[in-house]
Every structure is written in C-alpha cells, then in structure tokens.
C-alpha cells in the first residue's frame, strides 16, 4: 500500500482489498477515506504508528487490530518506510501488511493455557518441577532451531529467537562471504552409494565447521558439497576460516589417498562488501538469503580457483579491509570483470597453506612474478615469457606462473 498521513490510501494491491474484506483495490481505496477512525480498533495504535514513522521513518512488525469492512476484527503486522523525493520532502507511507490472527490467537490459547496449567498445580514442588521442564525444552529447541537457523543469523536481525523472525526482515551492513567447492566432487560420488555419499560429505564438512566457527564466522547454507558462510566482523576473520580449512583438509587428506578414498582438492572464494541478509519465502515456508553483487564475486573468486589451479583467491575489497595483510602470504594473480560491471577487480592468491617448500619459493619469486604480470598486461610478451620462466626456474610447482608462461608462449608461437 502507499498512504498519507491524514488516513487516505493512495494505492493498494488486491491482497490488501481480500484482506480488509473489500472486492477490489478501487473498493478499499473509495471506502476507507480515514484510516484512524474506519481501520483502527484502538485509533491510539494509530497515533503511535506515526510518532513511530516521524521519528525513525520507518516500522517493522507493528502490530494492531482492525477492522474489516464487515465489522470483523483482525490482527494485522505493518511494515513501513516514509518515501521522499529527489529534494528530499516527504511524500507518502510505502508499506506492505500481513494479516496473524491465527498466530496471535495461538498466543492467547498458549497463555491461557499456561495460566491454567499453574492454576491447576497448586502444589509448588510439582509447579516448579514442570517449571523446569518447560524451561530445559525451551534449551533444547533452541539448540534444534539453532542448528537449521543460525543464531548469528537472528542476532544480526536483531531477534530473540526463531519465533520472532518473520518474511522480509532483513539487514544491511557490510559482510565477507567465503565460498568452498569441492573439486569433481561428481567424480567422486558417481563411485559411491548413496549411502557412502552422505557418510562422506558428512564427514567432510563437519571438519570443515570448526574452523568457519573457531573465527567468528557462521554457515548460511550447504549446497550439496559446497559450503556459503558469512563474517560479520573483519575480513580476516573469514580469510583466517579459510586457511584453517585448507590446514584441516591437509590433515584429512593424511588419512586419504588409497584406493576409494582419494585425496581432496577444493577451492575457496572470499569476497567483502555491503550485503542485504535477510529472510525470503512464503506462508509455509522460509528461509534466510544474502543478497548482493559481493555475493556474486565471492562465488566467481570460487570458480577462477580451477582456472588458476589454486585453493584461496580473494577479491581487492577483501584485501583492502584486511587488518593484518601482514600475517599473510599474498600476490596478485589477475584483473577480472565483474559480470554487468565495467571495471576490473584485482584478484589475489593466499597461499600460507601450501607446502612450506612452496610458500617460500612463491615468496622468493613474488616481484619476479609480478614484474612478469606487468609485462603480461602491457602486452610485452618476450618479457613477460622471461619472468614466468625465471619464476619456474625457482618454483617449479608455481602453477599460476606456468599458466601465464605457457599463454604467452602460445600467443608469440601465433604471432610467429
């Protein structure tokens, strides 16, 4: 709906008509010409709703009963935003309502319900024994919930628990989202029974929970071997997740390797910026998501990892809000287009989880490499062959430098 202050509605979908009790948008709109008054049980709510709105410019869950157009009563939960134009006046009230009768009515028989259970057990030594009980199950359920919603999800809404979450709630702020795959992971599970699979992917990422969670990082979601978790706090500590999973599968894959069990490759993607959390779905059915083109990134970083035959790449923006790039071993790989983007976003390798042998030739050859990545880029290929060259003299498992190398190769063995 979109309204004004004084109580008119100025447009309203069919679902707010069928809700009210009227036959059309057209119908509500004609018969509700004051708001306070027509709609409002306690026309108090009414004035608080706008204090709200002068104030804060916006409400979410505001709940009230109204009246429908056969005199009925309703519970209904507002959302809000005051709307401004370019100059910056105000123009109108911008907002969407979902009807929770059943839910509030539901709270009322749950309370009536608890006033007569105490109302029955006089005795106190069995009113507070049931007092206990209701009190571990509530633990016990919020653990449960806990472990399909995180509650660093319902924290970051600003929620109690689970049952105060609602469709559309949701927060802006500036977040790391890390992304890890598991390479041909359908190779792997075409060889195993279904029964395996769920043993094996269980298996994976529960070693691969501690260290997201040891750094103050949450999992949003699992698709199928693939993990999305989310870092609220600093860029490092989703860049410290991540090498931590890289160590922890380096210890798995010790007990991998013979036939049936192979070793594991996955590849990790971490990107930071402004992203929209929040909660989407329908009537029955809800589920938290993020939403943002740092999302995209994120993933994409994910997919290069292939490319560039690496575990860890991280996006300029992460790069620039690490704390401590110090504690790092970094170098930049590549510039790549971010899809619908004009410009070019620099994407840089993190290597602290290779073998130490290859950690220190990296290090001992970065200018090296990099000097070859500026030649590459300015189109100077006979340099840039010389440096990649010198990078494999030192390194020979450098496997970006051998990239480059052998695209330069190929692209004056063209020319010629």
Same mark, same amino acid.
């Given at each position: 709906?979109?309204?004004?202050?004084?109580?008119?509605?100025?447009?309203?979908?069919?679902?707010?008509?069928?809700?009210?009790?009227?036959?059309?948008?057209?119908?509500?709109?004609?018969?509700?010409?004051?708001?306070?008054?027509?709609?409002?049980?306690?026309?108090?709510?009414?004035?608080?709703?706008?204090?709200?709105?002068?104030?804060?410019?916006?409400?979410?869950?505001?709940?009230?009963?109204?009246?429908?157009?056969?005199?009925?009563?309703?519970?209904?939960?507002?959302?809000?935003?005051?709307?401004?134009?370019?100059?910056?006046?105000?123009?109108?009230?911008?907002?969407?309502?979902?009807?929770?009768?059943?839910?509030?009515?539901?709270?009322?028989?749950?309370?009536?319900?608890? $006033?007569?259970?105490?109302?029955?057990?006089?005795?106190?030594?069995?009113?507070?024994?049931?007092?206990?009980?209701?009190?571990?199950?509530?633990?016990?359920?919020?653990?449960?919930?806990?472990?399909?919603?995180?509650?660093?999800?319902?924290?970051?809404?600003?929620?109690?628990?689970?049952?105060?979450?609602?469709?559309?709630?949701?927060?802006?702020?500036?977040?790391?989202?890390?992304?890890?795959?598991?390479?041909?992971?359908?190779?792997?599970?075409?060889?195993?029974?279904?029964?395996?699979?769920?043993?094996?992917?269980?298996?994976?990422?529960?070693?691969?929970?501690?260290?997201?969670?040891?750094?103050?990082?949450?999992?949003?979601?699992?698709?199928?071997?693939?993990?999305?978790?989310?870092?609220?706090?600093?860029?490092?500590?989703?860049?410290?997740?991540?090498?931590?999973?890289?160590?922890?599968?380096?210890?798995?894959?010790?007990? *991998?390797? *013979?036939?049936?069990?192979?070793?594991?490759?996955?590849?990790?993607?971490?990107?930071?910026?402004?992203?929209?959390?929040?909660?989407?779905?329908?009537?029955? *059915?809800?589920?938290?998501?993020?939403?943002?083109?740092?999302?995209?990134?994120?993933?994409?970083? $994910?997919?290069?990892?292939?490319?560039?035959?690496?575990?860890?790449?991280?996006?300029?923006?992460?790069?620039?809000?690490?704390?401590?790039?110090?504690?790092?071993?970094?170098?930049?790989?590549?510039?790549?287009?971010?899809?619908?983007?004009?410009?070019?976003?620099?994407?840089?390798?993190?290597?602290?989880?290779?073998?130490?042998?290859?950690?220190?030739?990296?290090?001992?050859?970065?200018?090296?490499?990099?000097?070859?990545?500026?030649?590459?880029?300015?189109?100077?290929?006979?340099?840039?062959?010389?440096?990649?060259?010198?990078?494999?003299?030192?390194?020979?498992?450098?496997?970006?430098?051998?990239?480059?190398?052998?695209?330069?190769?190929?692209?004056?063995?063209?020319?010629?």
């Amino acid at each position: 709906f979109q309204a004004t202050p004084d109580g008119k509605y100025i447009s309203a979908n069919p679902a707010l008509a069928r809700i009210y009790g009227y036959d059309s948008p057209e119908d509500l709109i004609n018969g509700i010409v004051n708001i306070e008054e027509q709609l409002y049980v306690d026309r108090e709510q009414r004035q608080n709703f706008l204090e709200l709105m002068d104030s804060n410019h916006e409400v979410s869950g505001f709940e009230s009963e109204v009246y429908r157009k056969d005199g009925t009563v309703i519970w209904i939960s507002e959302n809000a935003r005051s709307v401004y134009d370019k100059e910056g006046n105000f123009l109108y009230y911008q907002g969407f309502i979902e009807e929770i009768t059943e839910r509030k009515s539901a709270e009322a028989e749950r309370q009536q319900f608890i $006033e007569d259970m105490f109302e029955v057990n006089t005795n106190l030594e069995i009113a507070l024994s049931d007092l206990e009980n209701a009190l571990n199950l509530e633990v016990e359920l919020k653990n449960a919930y806990g472990r399909f919603v995180p509650q660093e999800f319902i924290q970051l809404l600003h929620k109690e628990s689970i049952l105060d979450v609602d469709i559309g709630n949701h927060v802006q702020q500036e977040m790391s989202i890390v992304f890890s795959d598991i390479r041909d992971f359908t190779s792997l599970s075409e060889a195993m029974s279904p029964e395996d699979n769920f043993k094996f992917i269980n298996a994976y990422l529960s070693r691969m929970e501690t260290p997201i969670v040891e750094n103050n990082g949450f999992i949003d979601k699992y698709i199928g071997d693939a993990i999305m978790a989310i870092f609220h706090g600093s860029a490092d500590n989703a860049l410290q997740a991540a090498i931590a999973m890289l160590n922890e599968l380096n210890s798995y894959n010790e007990t *991998r390797g *013979r036939p049936g069990r192979p070793k594991l490759k996955i590849g990790i993607g971490i990107n930071t910026g402004l992203m929209m959390i929040g909660t989407v779905g329908g009537k029955n *059915r809800m589920d938290s998501t993020v939403i943002s083109d740092a999302v995209n990134l994120a993933s994409r970083l $994910e997919g290069l990892t292939k490319n560039y035959q690496v575990p860890l790449l991280i996006s300029e923006h992460t790069f620039l809000r690490l704390q401590h790039d110090s504690n790092y071993q970094i170098r930049i790989i590549d510039k790549v287009r971010v899809k619908g983007k004009s410009e070019r976003v620099s994407v840089f390798e993190v290597f602290n989880a290779d073998p130490v042998s290859t950690r220190r030739a990296k290090m001992q050859t970065k200018t090296v490499f990099e000097q070859g990545l500026t030649y590459y880029y300015l189109q100077q290929f006979h340099q840039a062959a010389e440096y990649f060259e010198e990078c494999l003299r030192l390194c020979p498992e450098d496997k970006v430098a051998e990239i480059y190398f052998n695209q330069v190769i190929e692209y004056l063995y063209g020319k010629e």
